[in-house]
């Protein structure tokens, strides 16, 4: 098999699932009683008890479908090295052919080796996991399953591509639905036979339906295509709590959340760490505590300098003073009106909910139509900028 390092392999970003991942790796947590539920936003355990997913990826989706390592090592040790590296869940893919034809889910891993020539697997299997080599492919997926499972490490199973190999590349005819490889029907039989097969199983708390779907039919729908590739790219600022996006209807009215498909276009100077709207000298600002964050035209304050911070990247903050306290971009949850306050749970209290203050700012190359707007208030700012403003700084 040769190809151990898959096994810590990243979890693609574009899963069809969400997989919510703690950002750091802390020491082993207690075991979740299963089975998890959700509490409003958060999943809990049988208990009630806030539970965090930290999975780590285990490849058995490749040539010989069996979970890689397995020469190398016995089951229970990598459950065990998972647990000691402070994970709780595994991330274990399959190949939708093994749900779906027989004769391969009959296959056993030795036969599978033998297969694909690969000998000195089958020694080094011998030796690490005797009693499973002569199990159907099937049977020894259970298998890990089941290790993991006397280990309290949870399982997502993750449909990773159809016909059993490396994923992904552009001709792997697995990338999207009617591909050569990916028949939608033929998908939902499998994710149907997984879900029957595993329905007992309480540490089984998750699939994911579904990898990183891929070129070339999903690029001319989601229109990153080759027709889109002139169109400029901008940023959008993304509030995944409500998942719409900060909007501006007039100059008149406050920023507030909005559709993102009518969001302006905004910039990110990561340097100077201002965020203006593309072709403007709009830029946003904070104004006071628990005021709307309005747009400004003299940008080098600190009330105009927006940083990442926090853990998770996803607080927006600002100064009121150069060298005060942070403030936050928020939402007003009644108005919808965009905010600035004090940051919140930025310690690690586990039942903090920072939802409101979750922003990201995200790449996008939709044609903004608002964008449009701004231009000719732009001229009347050019001539503001130009004839007046300047004077007014000079003069102080
Ligand atoms: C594979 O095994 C299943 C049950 O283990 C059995 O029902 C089926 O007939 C077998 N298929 C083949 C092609 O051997
Ligand atoms: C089913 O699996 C067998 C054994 O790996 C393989 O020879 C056959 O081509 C597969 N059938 C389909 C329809 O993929
Ligand atoms: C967003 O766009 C920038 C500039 O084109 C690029 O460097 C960056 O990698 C993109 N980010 C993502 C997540 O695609």
């Known amino acids: 098999m040769g190809r151990f390092p898959h096994f810590f392999s990243l979890l693609p970003i574009f899963s069809l699932t969400v997989i919510f991942l703690s950002t750091t790796i802390a020491l082993p947590q207690p075991a979740a009683a299963l089975p998890l539920s959700t509490d409003s936003r958060w999943i809990v355990d049988e208990t009630g008890r806030r539970v965090k997913l930290s999975c780590v990826n285990w490849a058995s989706h490749l040539d010989a479908v069996v979970a890689e390592g397995l020469s190398k090592q016995p089951i229970d040790s990598i459950s065990k090295k998972i647990v000691s590296m402070g994970f709780n869940c595994v991330r274990l893919t ?60 949870m399982v997502i199973l ?3 591509i159809s016909k059993p190999g490396w994923c992904c590349s552009k001709f792997d005819g697995s990338g ?109 600002q904070a104004a006071g505590l628990n005021k709307p964050a309005k747009l400004g035209v003299i940008c080098s304050d600190s009330t105009s300098k927006w940083e990442l911070i926090s853990d998770s990247k996803m607080h927006l903050s600002s100064k009121l003073t150069t060298d005060g306290a942070a403030v936050c971009l928020d939402v007003d949850p009644s108005s919808n009106i965009i905010i600035t306050n004090n940051c919140k749970c930025l310690n690690r209290d586990n039942m903090c909910d920072p939802g409101s203050q979750w922003f990201k700012i995200v790449n996008s190359t939709r044609s903004s139509s608002v964008t449009t707007l701004f231009f000719g208030f732009n001229s009347v700012f050019d001539f503001l900028r130009n004839n007046m403003l300047g004077s007014l700084v000079d003069s102080a």
């Open 176 to 284: 999207f639905f009617g591909d050569q490889y990916f028949n939608p029907d033929l998908w939902i039989k499998g994710l149907t036979m997984m879900a029957s097969l595993f329905k007992g199983t309480p540490n089984v708390v998750g699939m994911s339906l579904r990898n990183e779907l891929h070129a070339p039919k999903k690029m001319s729908m989601i229109g990153t295509g080759p027709a889109q590739q002139g169109a400029k790219q901008h940023k959008v600022i993304f509030h995944p709590l409500t998942g719409q996006c900060i909007h501006r209807k007039s100059l008149l009215e406050p920023l507030k959340l909005g559709p993102c498909t009518d969001s302006e276009a905004w910039s990110y100077n990561t340097q100077q760490k201002t965020l203006t709207i593309k072709g403007t000298y709009f830029c946003l």
């Open 158 to 160: 993750d449909n990773h």
């Open 94 to 153: 399959w190949p939708l052919f093994l749900a779906t034809n027989d004769s391969l889910a009959n296959t056993t891993v030795r036969q599978s080796f033998r297969n694909l020539g690969l000998i000195e697997s089958i020694a080094g299997f011998q030796v690490n996991n005797p009693s499973i080599i002569d199990h159907s492919l099937i049977s020894a997926f259970q298998a890990v399953v089941s290790s993991l499972g006397d280990n309290n490490v």
